[in-house]
Antibody
Framework: EVQLLESGGGLIHPGGSLRLSCAASGFTFNTYAMSWVRQAPGRGLEWVSAISGSRGSTNYADSVKGRFTISRDNSKNTLYLQMNSLRDEDTAIYYC??????WGQGTLVTVSS | AIQLTQSPSSLSAFVGDRVTITCRASQGISSALAWYQQKPGKSPKLLIFDGSSLESGVPSRFSGSGSGTDFTLTISSLQPEDFATYYCQQLNSYPLTFGGGTKVEIK
């Protein structure tokens, strides 16, 4: 059974940094692309970033490009999202997603002074 | 970036009704479209991939159609557990994008 467990969310001041993690199990992690998707309170879904399985090529939404960095450690079956220069509008639940058919439970990031 | 426009943004329907939600892409995306269902406080659930392929375990009352720029999600007979918000997502090119969502409520 696929399991995706996010962690690392919390309350952070504007301009601060945070690193999210997603521990994956139940599948061959290094063969699959992974994504982060976020959802601001009461709002819709927003795709944030994706990383390929082996070569680690990355893509980002314009709203986070230059501030967020996606990475993975295939030896630890873990996906990361390094978030820098955080803004109020980055407040959201962040989901780790495999292929669209498996989602974690999400971790809440609140950016507020 | 490819824009996805969902309509309607919300609808009210009776149990047993046939419900149709549309998703229009700002440029052609072949059949690279997925549909998700999200209930309050829960993670989204994949319903349809590749425009019309039913995800395993999803009831057959859900169906998807379309290609190019116009897509449709149909619920043939709405059930109580189907009241939720539905999203389309294009997977044709980066940045991947979602539609704005359609909230299906009880009439």
């Amino acid at each position: 059974e696929v399991q995706l467990l996010e962690s690392g969310g919390g309350l952070i001041h504007p301009g601060g940094s945070l690193r999210l993690s997603c521990a994956a199990s139940g599948f061959t992690f290094n063969t699959y692309a992974m994504s982060w998707v976020r959802q601001a309170p009461g709002r819709g879904l927003e795709w944030v970033s994706a990383i390929s399985g082996s070569r680690g090529s990355t893509n980002y939404a314009d709203s986070v490009k230059g501030r967020f960095t996606i990475s993975r450690d295939n030896s630890k079956n873990t996906l990361y999202l390094q978030m820098n220069s955080l803004r109020d509008e980055d407040t959201a639940i962040y989901y780790c997603v495999l292929n669209g058919d498996s989602w974690g439970q999400g971790t809440l990031v609140t950016v507020s002074s | 970036a490819i824009q996805l426009t969902q309509s309607p943004s919300s609808l009210s329907a009776f149990v047993g009704d046939r419900v149709t939600i549309t998703c229009r892409a700002s440029q052609g995306i072949s059949s690279a479209l997925a549909w998700y269902q999200q209930k309050p406080g829960k993670s989204p659930k994949l319903l349809i991939f590749d425009g019309s392929s039913l995800e395993s375990g999803v009831p057959s009352r859900f169906s998807g159609s379309g290609s190019g720029t116009d897509f449709t999600l149909t619920i043939s007979s709405l059930q109580p557990e189907d009241f939720a918000t539905y999203y389309c997502q294009q997977l044709n090119s980066y940045p991947l994008t979602f539609g704005g969502g359609t909230k299906v409520e009880i009439k």
